[in-house]
């Protein structure tokens, strides 16, 4: 049995923003969060140079809910931590996803690859036990027989009655689909589900809304891609999956997250476009998926898509988005990271927010992480406390 989702979606449409990084690293992207005991939000991600670089390592800050702050970003995990842990070479980390058990261990899952590009990924596992501060290597999931490899995660893992997690999984090798490996607190595999049965379908998103039934969107790799993300459901707790059928949201290939409030009740944030990254949303429905709703609304550039926009144009753009509640240290700084990440000289900039991650705590506020123009990971709160009218940030 899957454990029931229990509070609502905060009347409250003051979304307050700050920045998580700071601007240390060129590059940081697929940011992950997780609830610690006393109310606090750890978020992981990856930084380093470039994507796929050996000084890419794994950061860390902890977001206290009580002063509105984040603490400063701090390598928590590098490629030789794990190398020597692991006994053998690690060329790249990537995507991580935490689990916070009972028993107040933390377990961090990283894809981490040895040969090869994201296809020959392994997913290591480390554990902490003071709350991600500290971390030691503790084994690798064994996902698959051919050398175990190709196994990728992205998407929150789901909690079952009797204590075990299923983590939302993904294969890149051979066919791209999307599983649930239900794990034990020694991360032994306990059984595995295929999510659907198409060969295009990466990082599935899995929505309990009930002890029985399910819900999982995944991203369509599809070429030529159609635009809309795959869906299938599960009516017996997560064991068997309808096959994959195009679900009616747009989205331009690429990573979602969502929380299930209530049966039928579902909030997906995505990019909500057929064709590019460059706008956000989240989406609600309270029919099944029947009809969805843009809830709210964070960037939208529909409008300058394709144009060939010089560096000062786009700097002068994304300048406001630096007015957070919580302002960088930096501004410039990130500035110069974006206008380098996100302009060509030949091509002209582009814009870029992608990959959130979404959680809703204890309290019943709602918390969001993504990658803000593959520069900087940017934080979205929700209390639960108030209520305003919607509103939209551009």
């Not at 635009?227 to 195009?246: I, K, T, V």
């Not at 609304?297 to 926009?309: A, L, N, P, V």
Request: glycine letters at 8%; aromatic letters at 10%; proline letters at 5%.
């Amino acid at each position: 049995m899957i454990e029931e989702p229990q509070a609502k979606v905060p009347d409250n449409g003051e979304w307050r923003s700050a920045f998580v990084s700071d601007g240390d690293t060129p590059l940081v992207h697929a940011a992950s969060m997780v609830e610690l005991p006393n109310g606090s939000v750890r978020t992981f991600w990856f930084a380093g140079s470039r994507e796929g670089a050996a000084d890419v390592a794994i950061h860390s800050s902890v977001f206290d809910p009580q002063s509105g702050t984040w603490s400063n970003e701090e390598p928590v995990i590098t490629r030789q931590q794990i190398a020597e842990g692991w006994g053998r070479h690690v060329r790249k980390l990537g995507n991580v996803v935490p689990v916070l058990d009972d028993d107040g261990r933390m377990r961090l899952f990283v894809v981490a690859v040895s040969f090869g590009g994201w296809a020959g990924s392994r997913v290591v596992v480390m554990e902490s036990f003071d709350q991600g501060k500290n971390w030691r290597f503790d084994g690798v999931l064994v996902t698959t027989p051919f050398l175990n490899i190709s196994t990728l995660v992205k998407t929150a893992p789901i909690r079952y009655s009797d204590g075990t997690i299923g983590l939302p999984v993904y294969h890149e090798m051979a066919g791209k689909f999307g599983e649930i490996l239900r794990l034990d607190k020694d991360n032994q595999i306990l059984g595995k589900a295929r999510i659907g049965h198409g060969r295009k379908a990466i990082q599935p998103l899995v929505l309990v809304d009930s002890p029985s039934h399910a819900v999982a969107f995944l991203r369509n790799e599809n070429e030529p891609n159609n635009g809309f993300l795959y869906q299938s459901e599960s009516h017996d707790g997560g064991w068997q999956w309808d096959e994959l059928a195009y679900s009616s949201l747009e989205n331009p290939s690429a990573a979602l997250s969502g929380l299930a409030m209530a049966e039928g009740h579902w909030l997906i944030a995505a990019n909500c476009n057929r064709i590019e990254r460059d706008d956000l949303c989240i989406r609600e429905t309270r029919d099944g998926g029947r009809s969805w709703q843009e809830r709210w609304t964070f960037h939208d550039r529909e409008r300058w898509r394709g144009e060939e926009m010089t560096e000062q144009q786009f700097s002068t753009l994304i300048h406001p988005e630096l007015n957070s509640d919580v302002p960088p240290e930096d501004p410039s700084r990130l500035l110069d990271r974006a206008r380098h990440n996100k302009c060509d000289g030949r091509l002209g900039c582009e814009f870029q927010y992608d990959y959130p991650y979404m959680i809703r705590t204890r309290s019943g506020d709602l918390h969001m992480v993504y990658t803000w123009n593959k520069t900087a990971i940017r934080h979205l709160w929700l209390k639960a406390d108030s209520a305003a009218p919607n509103s939209n940030e551009e």
